[in-house]
């Protein structure tokens, strides 16, 4: 017999990109089923969608190996917290977004309580440590995956995994035509997203701020629209912004990077999300990653694939520059730059090749069908699955 209380789903993330995906999942849930409870681990974004946070974001977000040794009390002190909240609670369904180093190790702890569990936007494994897929074929029930690539990898591993499309396609609509890459800018503005983890700003946003300064001095009249996360302690990037706001012609926006991608006629971005978010905004971009050097020696032998952004990895070649570890110096990021924003035709062509990712996506709508895969895996743990609608590969 089914009980009379409402459906519980809890949500996990631990960055910024994921709480954007948790937010929509949240609204898509709460529009098929209105009495649901949410809870979970999120940020602004999942908050303000109704999702009850007993752990924010900002506790959890680390980058490369090293830096997560950092953080592992904190990190433990917050796994204790989701272990006893899915003993207390008892959620029908775990939805696991991304972050797989700390939400893997979630998944066990609720396979264990016979909690299904749902990963949404899966661990790029095809690209890195592929034996992780032994791990989610145990742990995890079923796959919503975003790119429709990974669909024929799970499936040779026997994972049960759905294309639900990618939740970027429900927020960016297709782009009306752009005039600003067809000519030299006599005031070129230039978007410095320097990323939305604090290591990433330790890492990337001095050298981003050195290279706008030698693009200054070739372009006097070049602005610079400079991006700090929600997720961002607003005091520590102003100490590292305060000394540059007499140097250089530059405006930190805070929050959402859309006002940047609007005006700019060029990013400067960390490696992440936001690069296919640019690309869907049609914005050329150089894109730069930097981790400690332990970090990234263990990288370079776990690696499988020939590029670290997403927008180079969907197209199969290089559509934009990938600056990495020595190369994302201040030299080398506003050389790469100015050869991009001083000829137009580079920039016109870029753009093009951007606008044309959109294709490969699949259809607006991920939200949707991925709640529609979450409701159907809790009426499958509580009824026959007969009277579930069937999960099947989009």
Known sequence: MMKDTPNHIMIITGEASGDMYGAMLARALEQQDPHLFLSGIGGNAMENAGVHLFAPISALSVMGLTEIIGKLPVIWQIREKVKKALVHTAPDLLVLIDFPEFNLNIAKLAKQRN???????????????????????????????????????????????TFVGNPLLDRIPPPVTDHRMGRLPDSPVIGLLPGSREKEITALLSPMLEAAAKIQQRIPSARFLV???????????????????????????????????????????????????????????????????????????????????????????????????????????????????????????MQSALLGIRTTLGESGASDRTAKIALSLICSKKTDDQHCGKIAVL
């Open 227 to 349: 991006s700090c996360s929600d997720s961002i302690d607003a005091d520590r990037f102003s100490a590292i912004t305060g000394p540059w706001k007499s140097v250089l012609n530059m405006e930190i926006l805070k929050g959402p990077v859309q006002p940047i991608f609007h005006q700019s006629h060029l990013l400067v971005a960390a490696s992440g999300t936001v690069t296919l978010e640019a690309a869907l905004y049609g914005v050329p971009m150089v894109v730069v990653y930097k981790v400690s050097p332990f970090s990234y020696s263990i990288v370079k032998r776990l690696i499988q694939v020939n590029h670290i952004s997403l927008v180079n990895l969907i197209a199969g070649k290089t559509l934009v520059p990938e600056l990495i570890q020595g190369d994302a110096s201040p030299d080398i990021i506003s050389t790469t730059a100015l050869d991009l924003i001083q000829y137009p035709n580079r920039l016109a062509d």
């Open 115 to 161: 909690i299904p569990v749902l990963y949404y936007i899966s661990p790029k494994i095809w690209a890195w440590r592929q034996r992780r897929v032994n791990t989610i074929r145990r742990r995890v029930d079923h796959m919503a995956v975003i790119f429709p690539f990974e669909v024929p990898f799970f499936q040779q591993h026997g994972v049960p995994v």
